[in-house]
């Protein structure tokens, strides 16, 4: 019997060793955040074609219009 005891000591030990190493929580990885939400950039719409485009994107010409691309800022506005 006392060695019985012993047993259950020694298990209990190596147990609370082992989850010490393997913590239970480990959980899969963290997963990224659902995709975050488009940013809300200020659109605007090409002089020319009217496309819509972010504010970052567009080429201004000399008048302070905006433009998606190059070819449509040297073809001016509609
Ligand atoms: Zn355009």
């Not at 147990?15 to 950039?41: I, M, Q, V």
Request: aromatic share 4%; charged share 20%.
């Amino acid at each position: 019997m006392k060695y019985l005891l012993v047993l259950v000591v020694v298990v209990a030990g190596l147990w609370l060793l082992l989850r010490k190493r393997h913590p239970p929580a480990a959980r899969p990885a963290t997963r990224p955040d659902k995709k975050a939400p488009p940013s809300l950039a200020a659109m605007v719409a090409c002089a020319h074609c009217d496309l819509r485009l972010p504010q970052a994107e567009a080429l201004p010409d000399a008048n302070g219009r905006l433009y998606c691309s190059e070819a449509h800022r040297l073809a001016g506005p509609r």
